[in-house]
């Protein structure tokens, strides 16, 4: 029975045409569709705009480093703060630098001179990129000017250190490479997730009430399993290796046993919440607007420590919340599964959780068992 609930499984996803779109076409497409946006990696020549109170050589100095930088494209140069805070608002540029009057004369001196950088909170990677660059050109004239007095003052000059940044895991610094892997495996969250719930709909909707044998329920759950593997296989194996995404980082092992907690928590969410809808419609209408916050949920784009406790519990719920940390950990950060001790535990829980209670509702119904599966 179970054999024969597996192969159905699978005759079903590509009998129907919604389902199969849903579940192998879109997770082809979206592979390519996404990444496509991010293909740049890093944002460059981003609109600032200068403020220069001071009108000396050592302002003039910075305006000239500050222009050619490669992240950042001296857009503006008005005459005042306030100029500058308007400028920003309305054309939605990157940052302003305001350098103070009296900036050259503190660092003859030997005071310390100040530089006031603003970034566009409403485009933070943008501002972010901007305001490293401008950073690193206001350290190379602190730099040039702490010796400049050392030597005036009669003192040996140290040399001047050098700052090498070497990033450990998202090496190129790109968006796409800290974003589509922790996105990829929500991709393949959502599609086995809501094709699922719509096949299950759509007998309901045909047949009205049935009642699943266990057997026939996990050969239903392999089935969509193995469909899940593959989908990992594919994104961890080839998209991510297309992409020049950090990728492979981990153990084979680990990424097994990461992947297939990851897979069975979603398919025992999946079967779950399958047995609530009576409609194939239902679950489309009801879920496909729910990404973007399942992936605020996860803790990628916006830190887990600064989202309200409640709600990070709630997160918890989900498999993408611990199936995407426990995943990018693996495969894009080296982790070991010791390592992510939280993570491994808290899908096991919900395999366990998700599976009693689609067992329960799928199996201990008062209702007729489901005749197309059913041996003959």
Known sequence: MIGRAFLATFRAV???RSAFMLIVVSTILYSFFYPSAYSGEVAVRIPVAVVDLDDSGASRS?????AALQQADLAARPASPGAARLWLETTGAGAVVIIPEGFE????NGAQGTVALYGNGAYLLRSSTALSGIGLAVTTIAGEAASDQAMAQGAPA????SLVQRPLFNTREGYGSTVFPGVGFLIIHQTLLMGLTMLAATLRETLGRFRLPSRTLIGIAL?????GWADVAYYAGFVFWFQDYPRAAGSPGALIVG???FVGATVAAALA???LFRTRERPLQLWMGTSLAIFFLAGLSWPAEATPAWLALLARLL???AGIHLMVGLNQMGASLAEQTREVLNLAILILVYGGLAWWRFTKISAPDLQPLKPD
């Open 223 to 227: 089935a969509f399993f193995v469909i």
């Open 273 to 275: 919440l399958a047995s």
């Open 62 to 66: 910075l305006v000239r480093r500050i």
């Open 158 to 161: 140290r040399p001047a250190l």
């Open 14 to 16: 590509l009998s129907d």
């Open 105 to 108: 004369r503190h660092i003859l």
């Open 259 to 261: 992947g297939s907690l």
């Open 319 to 321: 498999p993408t919340t």
